[in-house]
């Protein structure tokens, strides 16, 4: 079993950042990628960005140069560095790894609300 935990969101103006964090732990042998994903209601779950095991990185466009997505040495945590915050990036932001255990596997944090308000 995979738990990923999630922390860092919460209520910023716009222009702010926020940095959100995601530890994995459980029987895990390998991670393919690890990423975030966000959700507003009404709409369908969409990818932010993620990283592969060696490192590479993919960002959604309405993203680029705004948000970082980095990891520790370990690759067990993930990171999403939010910079220039947007109303628009108000979310619920889940955590997504995608590994092998006896199976292939992906699985979802419980997901941190992210609100962009003045």
């Known amino acids: 079993q995979v738990q990923l935990v999630e922390s860092g969101g919460g209520l910023v103006q716009p222009g702010g950042s926020l940095r959100l964090s995601c530890a994995a732990s459980?029987?895990?042998?390998?991670?393919?990628?690890m990423g975030w994903y966000r959700q507003v209601p009404g709409k369908q779950r969409e990818l932010v960005a993620d990283i592969t095991n060696s490192g590479v990185t993919n960002y959604a466009e309405f993203v680029k140069g705004r948000f970082t997505i980095s990891r520790d040495n370990a690759k067990t945590t993930v990171y999403l560095q939010m910079n220039s915050l947007s109303p628009e990036d108000t979310a619920v932001y889940y955590c997504?790894?995608?590994?092998?255990?006896?199976?292939?596997?992906?699985?979802w944090g419980q997901g941190t609300q992210v609100t962009v308000s003045s």
């Open positions: 997504n790894l995608w590994g092998h255990s006896d199976y292939t596997f992906s699985s």
């Open positions: 459980g029987s895990i042998r390998s991670i393919y990628t």
